[in-house]
């Protein structure tokens, strides 16, 4: 069974740096595109970094240059490095499995995303 599993959120000022973690559990990072994802309150689940197995990364334009998505992948652990938070940074944060197809462009809708973790949350003030 396929399990993701996160870690490191909590809550920071403005300006401020935290480090997501995601175990995978059940397959390989090498089977799969990884993300991160992240749901405000009354907002959409959109997607924010994403990693293919060649190691290439792709971004939301929000948080380019901030955020920095990395794994490990014979520990299979995702990462995502959270630098210079903003308050609109605030809300769930979660690690997803999806097809390659999708890694590169677009973010997948989250219907289409294989696999999810339970989240961790993350507040900015």
């Known amino acids: 069974e396929v399990q993701l599993v996160e870690s490191g959120g909590g809550s920071v000022q403005a300006g401020g740096s935290l480090r997501l973690s995601c175990a995978a559990s059940?397959?390989?990072?090498?089977?799969?595109?990884m993300g991160w994802f992240r749901q405000a309150p009354g907002k959409e689940r959109e997607g924010v970094a994403a990693?293919?197995?060649?190691?290439?990364?792709s971004y939301a334009d929000s948080v380019k240059g901030r955020f920095t998505i990395s794994k490990d992948s014979a520990k299979n652990i995702l990462y995502l490095q959270m630098n210079s938070l903003k308050s609109e940074d605030t809300g769930m944060y979660y690690c997803?499995?999806?097809?390659?197809?999708?890694?590169?462009?677009?973010?997948?809708?989250?219907?289409?995303?294989?696999?999810w973790g339970q989240g961790t949350q993350v507040t900015v003030s």
């Open positions: 997803a499995a999806f097809r390659h197809v999708w890694c590169g462009g677009p973010f997948p809708p989250a219907s289409l995303v294989d696999y």
């Open positions: 990693i293919d197995s060649d190691g290439s990364t």
């Open positions: 059940g397959y390989t990072y090498s089977s799969y595109c």
